[in-house]
Nanobody, 126 residues
Framework: QVQLVDSGGGSAQAGGSLRLSCAASGYSFSTSRNCMGWFRQAPGKEREGIARIRFNGDTSYTNSVKGRFTISKDNAKNTLYLQMTNLEPEDTAMYYC??????????????????WGQGTQVSVSS
C-alpha cells in the first residue's frame, strides 16, 4: 500500500523560502517507471501541477515556478522535496505531493498520479 505524507508548509513573507517534504512508503523512488510530482490548489482555483521528477532525476516545471522552485528526491530516504525560494503571495495554496507509475509522467496530467499526500498549507504574505 502506497502512503505519502506531506510536511513543511507554513507561513512566509514575500521573497522568503520554504522547503516541503514528502515521505513515501510502499513506493520506491529508484524503481524505473516511478515518477513524482508536486501539485497545488489555491482557494477557488483548480488544482495545478507545478513540478515533476522522473526516476532518473530528470525534472520539469511549470513556467510560474521555474527558476524559483526546485524539486528533488533522496532515493535512500524515499523522500521527495520541493525547495521554494523568492516566494510570492500568488504561491499561497495547499501543496500536494503525488506518485506515479508512468515513466514519462508530466505535471500537466494529474491522471498520471494515482497516489497523493494529504497536503500541506503554504501561505505567503506581502
Amino acid at each position: 500500500q502506497v502512503q505519502l505524507v506531506d510536511s513543511g508548509g507554513g507561513s512566509a513573507q514575500a521573497g522568503g523560502s520554504l522547503r516541503l517534504s514528502c515521505a513515501a512508503s510502499g513506493y520506491s523512488f529508484s524503481t524505473s517507471r516511478n515518477c513524482m510530482g508536486w501539485f497545488r490548489q489555491a482557494p477557488g482555483k483548480e488544482r495545478e501541477g507545478i513540478a515533476r521528477i522522473r526516476f532518473n532525476g530528470d525534472t520539469s516545471y511549470t513556467n510560474s515556478v521555474k527558476g524559483r522552485f526546485t524539486i528533488s528526491k533522496d532515493n535512500a530516504k524515499n523522500t521527495l522535496y520541493l525547495q521554494m525560494t523568492n516566494l510570492e503571495p500568488e504561491d499561497t495554496a495547499m501543496y500536494y505531493c503525488a506518485a506515479s507509475r508512468v515513466t514519462l509522467c508530466t505535471w500537466s496530467n494529474a491522471a498520471d498520479f494515482p497516489y497523493w499526500g494529504q497536503g500541506t498549507q503554504v501561505s505567503v504574505s506581502s
